[in-house]
C-alpha cells in the first residue's frame, strides 16, 4: 500500500506564490517506480489535471491553465514531489490532490494513478 501526504496549502493574496509538498510512503514504495501528479477540484467543479512528472524527472506535463505558472519537480530520495505555484489567480481556488501511478510517462488522465492523497486546500484571494 502507498500513502500519500500533501502539505503547503493555504489562504493567498493573488499573485502570490506556494509550493505544495507530497510525501510518499509505504513498505515496498519506491519512488523512481511511479509517475506523479497533481489534480485539483474546485468548488462546484470536476476534479482536474494539474501537472505529472514521470518516474525519473526528466519529463513534466502541465494543463494548458497553469503553464508557465507552475513548476512540478521531485527527489526520488526524498519520495517527494513539489508543486511550486507562482501568479496565483482566484480561480486557482480549489483542493489539490498528489497521485502516484505505475507509469512510464507524466499522464494527465486520472485512470492512469493508483494512490491519492487526501488534499491539501488552496485559497487565492482576490
Known amino acids: 500500500q502507498v500513502q500519500l501526504v500533501e502539505s503547503g496549502g493555504g489562504v493567498v493574496q493573488a499573485g502570490g506564490s506556494l509550493r505544495l509538498s507530497c510525501a510518499a510512503s509505504?513498505?515496498?514504495?519506491?519512488?523512481?517506480?511511479?509517475?506523479m501528479g497533481w489534480f485539483r477540484r474546485a468548488p462546484g467543479k470536476e476534479r482536474e489535471f494539474v501537472a505529472a512528472?514521470?518516474?525519473?524527472?526528466?519529463?513534466?506535463n502541465y494543463a494548458d491553465s497553469v503553464k508557465g505558472r507552475c513548476t512540478i519537480s521531485r527527489d526520488n530520495a526524498k519520495n517527494t514531489v513539489y508543486l511550486q505555484m507562482n501568479n496565483l489567480k482566484p480561480e486557482d481556488t480549489a483542493v489539490y490532490y498528489c497521485?502516484?501511478?505505475?507509469?512510464?510517462?507524466?499522464?494527465?488522465?486520472?485512470?492512469?494513478?493508483?494512490?491519492w492523497g487526501q488534499g491539501t486546500q488552496v485559497t487565492v484571494s482576490s
Open positions: 497521485a502516484a501511478g505505475r507509469n512510464p510517462l507524466a499522464p494527465s488522465g486520472p485512470g492512469h494513478y493508483n494512490y
Open positions: 509505504g513498505r515496498t514504495f519506491i519512488s523512481s517506480d511511479y509517475a
Open positions: 512528472i514521470t518516474r525519473d524527472g526528466d519529463i513534466t
